[in-house]
């Protein structure tokens, strides 16, 4: 009751479950977002998104524009890939991605000319309060925009007007919880009109009557900053939360619950719930690719670490290779390093330096071995203390949960909630014995995927087996029946021309040879 | 004694009608459950080889299930389909005999097919499409690397490739720990 | 050894030994009391216990053909603590020698070691000494404080003396230099048809003494003001959650309160209950044990209320004048059912949906 209240008056005081508070290291929050030199060259890969992977349109020797677009969608959750800049197309072929496996992905090389020409056959929409909502989510589709917030959501199917639920908030997601991080902090002080300007054309396009821009207590400049530009508009319908700093707050599920004290249900979406979530980069983008007819070409990305000597936030194009951003930084040599794709707490290890960045990069980290090795101490067995299941913001149990993943009982794991799991890392972070939880859970979830996947094969395989064996019984019988029927032809005629019986008993001898 | 006898009745007594409640509930309660051999089928992989010795995935399954055959004979199901079948049938797992190989697939060299349609007959799955006289060529998708079409081919056109990993379907190993590898030693030190 | 290392990579920096050593550093408190109260035959005990336990373990390791690392991860040390603590200081140093090695050899590396004993270590070893040996398992030595004690404890060679050779060796009969703990005697005064307010004048039993821990019992039983501040250190870095400690006190209050409202002859006072015998050594240090005790906060709560239930029936009704051990272990029995059956709603399944 006394949560309720607060609420009404605008204090988000509704936590979410669990939680841990890490050293945020936010050591570029000051730094003001620089532009990164383009490369010698660029890798696109033809994935870059969740969903189905995009097919190359350009061949080896085309000259493309920034912007232009050169891997077209496949399926619906699909978006496509364009041009980071103005250029040649030099090869298309297989190369590394930021992905944990280290496998790699098909990609498009592009030497840049150093004009970066814009591609520019989409018009501005300025007046997109006049506009069709679906016309504009046709913009942000073909703008390849997805979810930069790290999950690379395709972000068109997110902006659906569905009449069965409708969308009553927007909330803006400026949490930023992952220490290190803090694309999203610069990104408010510093584009907060565009952002806002973002947020309205969002509203527009869903329906929303409010929207909510929550920040963590720990960004004090970008909370001035949204609120300066929502008081010179002057709307009611939109406010800033400040949130207390603990991490996953910026988790979706997380953020509902503590903004709006309702739970999205297991199986559903915010949407469920009149929610949507929307990062703060993906709103910019949104805003440059309906106002300036932008595909998007670049993103905010932090470069920070122990092993970087001047960290910094800065405007990347996709497609850069790591390598170069980090020797902007001053990191040339990886002796002893270890590269993280993403924050600390849910980002990839990357094994070299080699990777191009992609829409789904928010940051590139680098960390001292030493350091590393702390966090990745030999693992003993569980001491039963409790501290897992105490941060857990899904309220699960981690250990029992991690014992079962272990041991393959997959059905106990389903049993103990285990596709609830957020992967946010919480529990190993805080676990005494040194566990890898989220790897254990990881695992079990690979192992239950492989499972129905090999049980959906061995059906189809039974079926398509058993449907041979009813074709082949099926022609069996035919001819079976066939030469019966011929049989009592010949039998009734000879019965009927006993004269017949020597021509009628050759003729029976060569159908028989057939 | 009187003790002794009114002792012997009671209890006979109450032995007697528990007996009976129980039999009764046998038949009240009674489920129909599927036949043994549908459970121990929908566990194959279906590959329909015949690696087991018996014909094809059923066979092998009414063999399980009349407890003619062993449960370890499965060889593309691999461990764990030989622990789901002896979890299922109640018995201790056993090791498996021969080690399964990595996921294969069959492929047609096209340029020296005859189009005898020989392979296509062979195919438990019917995961070769062709015609008399035309190409052959492999439904990669459909195709369980079951090798029941290399034998019939005249010409030795057939190769078993390794079935290629796909980004969507890698999966987290186990961590490199020790406690891990222990569980892993341990569930095999138990079937061998 | 980092190709497959799966996120996160950050560690908040606990570890199974700083938590140890925090429970150890929490108990230092009661250990300095205790030596107070019983001078060197404290330090000889505890010490003891705590070496008993980790040569115990270390053997246990050695022989099982594993990596002896874990003698030094404190966990032993603190169970030799903890057992020295519940026992009596008369009690001669071969039997506890024998606990210790109770505690470990049975009690913990018969299980598979750290993590997955079900009983807690230091209360199983106390329950098998108690039933074998329950004559010096229920002397109390007079603590040295009242001054009514012939032997002086805070003398080396006569605590020594004492320690290796047993009271036996000692000039003194054993009347003279043990009396009976607040709890044993209230029962076995109502056994003899006195009741609870007398038996408590002739004890000459003061709260204060109680709670700063001037009173006879084994080492830990004393002061509950010592156990307390060990108990608050725990509460505040975390260690321990609040779960466990409220729900087993309170419910051997509130069941004492009822109890003595109706009868106040018979049934001791909540405060009485609370303040004796060790209660609050179980309660904050014993039950809390993380590796027998459930992982939930709801099962932690529901354990503490049975292990409340249990301690004050036992003390009530049962035969022995302390329950608290036994309820611990009793309820250790439970864990694996309270575990399955109360975890926590999962986010997004309120209201039974699946």
């Known amino acids: ?514 | 004694m009187e003790q002794l006898l009114y002792a012997t009745l009671s209890l006979g007594a109450f032995a007697l009608i528990a007996g009976i409640i129980l039999a009764i509930a046998s038949k009240v309660f009674h489920i129909e459950g599927d036949p043994l051999s549908d459970k121990i089928d929908a566990l194959l992989p279906q590959t329909q080889c015949g690696q087991c010795g018996y014909p094809g995935c059923r066979p092998y399954a009414n063999a399980v299930a009349g407890g003619e055959a062993d449960v370890n004979h499965c060889v593309p199901g691999g461990e764990r389909t030989m622990l789901s079948i002896a979890d299922l049938m109640g018995v201790e797992p056993k090791a498996l005999e021969e080690e399964a190989s990595v996921p294969v697939v069959a492929f047609v060299r096209e340029d020296e097919c005859i189009g005898c349609t020989l392979c296509i007959k062979a195919c438990p799955v019917d995961a070769i499409i062709g015609a008399p006289k035309q190409y052959h060529t492999v439904v990669t998708d459909h195709c369980t690397g079951c090798v029941l079409c290399l034998e019939p081919c005249p010409v030795d056109c057939i190769d078993m490739i390794q079935k290629p990993e796909l980004l969507e379907h890698w999966s987290w190993p186990l961590p490199d720990t020790e406690r891990a590898q222990l569980g892993v030693e341990r569930r095999e030190s138990h079937h061998d | 050894m980092l190709i497959h290392l799966s996120s996160p990579h950050i560690h908040s920096g606990d570890s199974i030994r700083a938590t140890m050593f925090a429970v150890i550093l929490a108990l230092m408190p009661a250990g300095i009391i205790s030596v107070y109260l019983f001078g060197w035959l404290a330090v000889f005990l505890i010490l003891l216990c705590m070496f008993g336990c980790m040569a115990t373990e270390f053997i246990a390791l050695k022989w099982m053909g594993r990596s002896t690392a874990p003698v030094m991860d404190g966990s032993a040390a603190l169970t030799g603590l903890l057992l020295a603590l519940t026992l009596p200081t008369s009690i001669p140093w071969w039997m506890a020698l024998l606990g210790s090695i109770f505690a470990i050899g049975l009690g913990k590396q018969v299980y598979g070691g750290l993590g997955y004993n079900p009983f807690n270590p230091a209360l199983s070893a106390r329950i098998i000494l108690l039933v074998s040996f329950p004559l010096q398992m229920t002397t109390w030595l007079i603590p040295m404080h009242l001054g009514s004690s012939p032997i002086d404890l805070y003398d080396f060679s006569s605590a020594w003396q004492l320690f290796v050779f047993g009271a036996s060796s000692l000039p003194h009969a054993l009347d003279a230099i043990t009396m009976a703990s607040p709890l044993g005697h209230v029962k076995t005064e109502w056994s003899q048809g006195i009741g609870v307010s007398e038996a408590l004048r002739a004890y000459d039993y003061s709260y204060l003494d109680a709670f700063i821990g001037r009173e006879a019992g084994s080492l830990g039983e004393t002061s509950a003001l010592a156990l307390l501040i060990g108990g608050i250190y725990l509460l505040a870095r975390h260690t321990i959650t609040w779960h466990i400690p409220f729900s087993f006190i309170a419910t051997v209050a509130i069941l004492a309160a009822i109890a003595s409202m109706i009868d106040p002859n018979h049934y001791t006072p909540p405060l009485f209950h609370m303040l004796a015998g060790g209660l609050i050594l179980c309660a904050f240090f014993m039950a809390t044990d993380p590796v027998s005790s459930p992982v939930t906060p709801i099962g932690q709560i529901v354990f503490g209320i049975g292990c409340g239930i249990i301690t004050w029936c036992i003390r009530t009704w049962g035969g022995y004048p302390e329950g608290a051990m036994f309820a611990v272990v009793l309820m250790n029995c439970a864990v694996p059912l309270i575990d399955h059956y109360c975890r926590p709603t999962v986010y997004g399944k309120r209201g039974g949906q699946s």
């Open chain 1, 1 to 514: 009751m006394i949560k309720s209240f607060l609420n009404k008056l605008g204090f988000a005081s509704a936590p979410f479950a669990g939680g841990v508070t890490p050293d945020m290291c936010k050591w570029t929050e000051d730094s003001a977002i620089e532009d990164c030199p383009l490369p010698p060259l660029f890798i696109v890969p033809i994935k870059q998104h969740i969903g189905q992977a995009c097919t190359p349109l350009v061949q080896v020797g085309d000259l493309v524009l920034r912007g232009q677009k050169i891997a077209k969608s496949e399926g619906y959750l699909s978006v496509p890939i364009h041009a980071p800049t103005s250029g040649r197309v030099l090869k298309i072929e297989e190369h590394a991605i930021p992905h944990p496996s280290g496998m790699g992905l098909t990609s498009i090389f592009i030497e840049p000319d150093g004009k970066d020409e814009r591609d520019s056959s989409l018009t501005p929409m300025n007046n997109w309060q006049d506009a069709d909502p679906a016309e504009l989510r046709e913009r942000v589709r073909i703008c390849g925009i997805a979810g930069l917030g790290g999950a690379a959501f395709p972000t068109f199917i997110k902006l659906l007007k569905d009449k069965r639920h409708p969308i009553e908030t927007v909330i803006l997601n400026g949490v930023e919880c992952e220490p290190f991080l803090t694309n999203d902090h610069r990104l408010m002080v510093e584009n907060s009109a565009e952002i806002l300007h973002g947020l309205h054309i969002i509203m527009h396009m869903v329906g929303a009557k409010k929207a909510i821009i929550a920040i963590e207590d720990n960004k004090k400049d970008s909370l001035l900053a949204m609120q300066k530009v929502l008081d010179l508009a002057d709307s009611d319908a939109i406010s800033v939360a400040s949130l207390p700093t603990r991490y996953p707050q910026g988790s979706e599920k997380q953020l509902i619950e503590s903004l709006t004290g309702k739970q999205v249900p297991a199986g559903k979406l915010p949407m469920h719930v009149g929610v949507l979530c929307q990062n703060i980069g993906t709103t910019k983008a949104i805003y440059d690719a309906i106002i300036f007819g932008h595909a998007i070409t670049d993103r905010i990305i932090t470069i920070s670490g122990d092993a970087v000597p001047k960290p910094a936030n800065m405007r990347v194009r996709l497609g850069t290779p790591m390598r170069f951003i980090y020797a902007q930084r001053g990191l040339e040599k990886f002796d002893n390093i270890q590269l993280l794709h993403g924050g600390p707490m849910m980002g990839e290890r990357m094994r070299h330096p080699d990777i191009p960045v992609v829409k789904s990069s928010t940051g590139l980290l680098a960390i001292n071995n030493e350091r590393m090795k702390a966090a990745h101490q030999v693992e003993d067995p569980c001491i039963r203390c409790g501290h897992c299941s105490e941060v857990c913001p899904v309220s699960l149990v981690p250990n029992l949960l991690a014992d079962h993943c272990r041991n393959d009982q997959l059905e106990k794991a389903a049993d103990y909630n285990l596709f609830d799991c957020i992967e946010c890392g919480a529990c190993s972070y805080v676990c005494p014995s040194h566990i890898p939880l989220v790897h254990y859970f990881r695992y079990g979830k690979g192992q239950a995927a492989q499972v129905r996947r090999e049980q959906s094969f061995a059906e189809v395989s039974r079926l398509r087996s058993e449907g041979r064996d009813i074709r082949l019984q099926r022609e069996k019988d035919e001819k079976a029946a066939k030469r019966r029927k011929v049989r009592d032809t010949l039998r009734s005629e000879s019965v009927l021309n006993p004269e017949n019986d020597k021509k009628t008993e050759t003729t029976s001898n060569t159908e028989g040879k057939k």
